[in-house]
């Protein structure tokens, strides 16, 4: 779901600002979560609420920087920075949890990164000032993935998605304010930008603070990281971008990555739960 936003991204920006996209779409996606989850919201303890409050503001800030930093670095090299947070939620996984990273974590995240980098990087990387942010959005988006594994639970995950849409909002909402919040004129950017609220936006948080109830940090990462190569599969499909070699190359990479996480060897021991580590605890 977030990989299909890439391309509908370029619709929208042609009509709006970044910051008035991002208070247009996590506006909607709260409007329409708080309307079919209040009562998630309202059972929420209040522990829970200031975490989907701290979680909401990682989230709402490092949307600004990567979008910040994506207007003056190319869109594939803005996609492979921002997927290295592949490689810093094991960093911060070890140092926030106190968590032993497995090995074949450690291969998968190299294998993860080996893949982006074919899919997105066809004329090489330099660190500009719109990189240097971009990779400051991929350090915040570990930290995001690292305290979403530890705080959210099964029961609380609905509420906590509504939180962080709507704190994501509002982070935006002060950059936007100044020169008046614009909306889209034309009826396909509005039908990108509904899609990029309820779907890529509303449905997609659902299911991450549900699924990272469960999942390691790590393991989520690398999952998540497959977001580049749908978004490419969405530009071949729809958008008549030419398939290459090395897209094909890249997305095998990936998928071999994210089997070698997810199919554990037989006898092994699943994953300590997120919750059991220091930062998780009530």
Not at 16 to 39: E, K, Q, S, Y
Not at 231 to 239: C, G, I, K, P, Q
């Amino acid at each position: 779901m977030w990989g299909s936003s890439f391309p509908l991204t370029k619709v929208v920006l042609d009509e709006v600002p970044t910051p008035d996209l991002l208070v247009v779409r996590f506006a909607l996606a709260t409007l329409v979560t708080a309307a079919l989850l209040h009562r998630s919201v309202r059972a929420l303890p209040a522990p829970a609420l200031r975490r989907g409050v701290a979680l909401g503001l990682l989230y709402g800030v490092a949307q600004l920087t990567q979008t910040w930093g994506v207007e003056t670095t190319p869109a594939s090299v803005s996609g492979f920075i921002t997927g290295l947070y592949v490689v810093l939620t094991p960093l911060c996984a070890a140092v926030l949890l106190r968590t032993r990273i497995d090995a074949r974590v450690w291969l998968a995240t190299g294998l993860a990164t080996v893949g982006l980098a074919f899919l997105a990087l066809g004329d090489g990387l330099r660190l500009g000032g719109g990189e240097s942010l971009t990779l400051l959005s991929a350090l915040i988006y570990a930290l995001h993935i690292v305290a979403l594994s530890a705080w959210s639970r099964p029961q609380h995950a609905l509420g906590l998605s509504v939180v962080q849409l709507g704190m994501t909002a509002l982070v935006s909402l002060p950059v936007a304010l100044p020169g008046g919040i614009a909306v889209p004129h034309s009826t396909g950017a509005w039908l990108a930008l509904v899609y990029m609220a309820l779907a890529s936006g509303a449905l997609a948080m659902v299911v991450q603070s549900w699924a990272q109830a469960y999942l390691a940090p790590s393991r989520a990462a690398i999952i998540m990281s497959s977001e580049p190569l749908w978004a490419t599969v969405f530009a071949v499909s729809f958008f008549d971008e030419p398939l290459t070699g090395r897209i094909v190359a890249g997305g095998a990479a990936m998928l071999v990555a994210m089997l070698m996480v997810e199919l554990r060897p037989r006898g092994r021991a699943p994953d300590p739960r997120p919750e059991d580590t220091p930062l998780g605890r009530d």
